[in-house]
Nanobody, 125 residues
Framework: QVQLVESGGGLVQAGGSLRLSCGASGRTFSTYAMGWFRQALGKEREFVAAISRAGGSAYYADSVKGRFNISRDNAKKTVYLQMNSLKAEDTAVYYC??????????????????WGQGTQVTVSS
C-alpha cells in the first residue's frame, strides 16, 4: 500500500509556471512507475506525463510536450511536475498515480494502482 499526496497547485496567469509535487509513503518508492493525470470540469481524466522507476525515461502527452517536465527524487519519495508556459486549457485537477505492477511507462489510467487526492490548477487568461 502507498499513500500519495499532491501539493503545489494554485492560481496562475497564462504564461506562468507552477511546480506540482507528489509525496509518497509506504512501500519502496523506487519500485513504482509514476504518472500525472488531469481532469478538467466536465471532461474525462487524461494522461499528462509519466516517468519510469529509476527516472531514466519519461513520456508526455502531446498537449504538454515541451512545456511540462516530470522528474522524481527516489530518496525523497517525491515526483514533480514542472509546468511552464501555462495556458487556460491546462486548468484542471491534477492527480499523481503510482504503478506497482510490472511493466514500463503507460498512459492508461486503469493500469495505475494508487492515486492521490488531486490538486487544483487554475490558469487565468
Amino acid at each position: 500500500q502507498v499513500q500519495l499526496v499532491e501539493s503545489g497547485g494554485g492560481l496562475v496567469q497564462a504564461g506562468g509556471s507552477l511546480r506540482l509535487s507528489c509525496g509518497a509513503s509506504g512501500r519502496t518508492f523506487s519500485t513504482y512507475a509514476m504518472g500525472w493525470f488531469r481532469q478538467a470540469l466536465g471532461k474525462e481524466r487524461e494522461f499528462v506525463a509519466a516517468i519510469s522507476r529509476a527516472g531514466g525515461s519519461a513520456y508526455y502527452a502531446d498537449s504538454v510536450k515541451g512545456r511540462f517536465n516530470i522528474s522524481r527524487d527516489n530518496a525523497k519519495k517525491t515526483v514533480y511536475l514542472q509546468m511552464n508556459s501555462l495556458k487556460a486549457e491546462d486548468t484542471a485537477v491534477y492527480y499523481c498515480a503510482a504503478r506497482w505492477r510490472p511493466g514500463g511507462i503507460t498512459t492508461a489510467a486503469e493500469l495505475y494502482d494508487y492515486w492521490g487526492q488531486g490538486t487544483q490548477v487554475t490558469v487565468s487568461s
